[in-house]
């Protein structure tokens, strides 16, 4: 899987003939890279539930303080939380405020959430192609004032990889059939 520097390095190239050893190097792209990089890596993996990042937690025993109106309950959510994907086995009606879920259910909380990943080799390859993509055209933007590359970038990443890295991030795992469907074996 590629790493932190591979991921930069690929966006570098986006633009242009550049690379980096480490993001720790003195190069104007390294600091670029280290300061943009974990912001737009938060920020594509809260965009969507990537598979990589849904995980589900119990959180009925974190209850913060009571809400001043219209809630009953506050939940206090994991710290690595970027987004609620949904509350898991009730219709109850929920919201996030200040890092806290809250709600009139008192039993059970559980939650399917979008977590930050740090780890990239819990990235798929798809993800990479469209994280490398969108830091590219923020660096191309940054680094070589090319306003034109970013847009080009940015329109590369929304109409072809973006679409193509969702759609096979639906392809994971099982799918219901619709009732007229057979399955390929038949």
């Known amino acids: ?19 980096i050893a480490s993001l ?3 190069t ?3 600091r670029a890279c280290k300061v943009f990089y974990p912001l737009l890596r938060d920020q594509l993996t809260y965009s969507y539930p ?4 849904l995980t589900r937690a119990d959180i009925s025993a974190q209850l913060a303080t009571t809400p001043a109106f219209q809630w009953d309950y506050a939940y206090t959510l994991p710290a690595n939380c970027l987004r609620v ?3 898991y086995g009730t219709d109850a009606e929920w919201a996030i405020e200040y890092g806290e879920l ?3 259910e008192e039993e059970e909380i559980y939650i399917r959430y979008i977590r930050q990943v740090t780890e990239t080799g819990r990235f798929n390859p798809a993800y990479v192609n469209c994280l490398s993509t969108l830091l590219g055209a923020e660096l191309a933007s940054k680094i070589a004032d090319d306003k034109k590359m970013r847009l080009q970038l940015l329109e590369e ?14 392809m994971e795992g099982n799918r219901p059939r619709h009732k007229d469907e057979q399955a390929l074996d038949q």
């Open 50 to 53: 990537w598979n990589f990042a």
């Open 24 to 26: 720790d190097d003195a």
């Open 28 to 30: 104007k792209e390294a």
């Open 102 to 104: 809250l709600t009139n």
């Open 85 to 87: 994907w949904e509350l």
């Open 1 to 19: 899987m590629a790493s932190e520097v591979q991921i930069c390095n690929a966006a570098l190239l986006k633009y242009g003939d550049l690379s």
């Open 157 to 170: 990443l929304h109409k072809l990889w973006l679409p193509e890295a969702r759609a096979l991030n639906a």
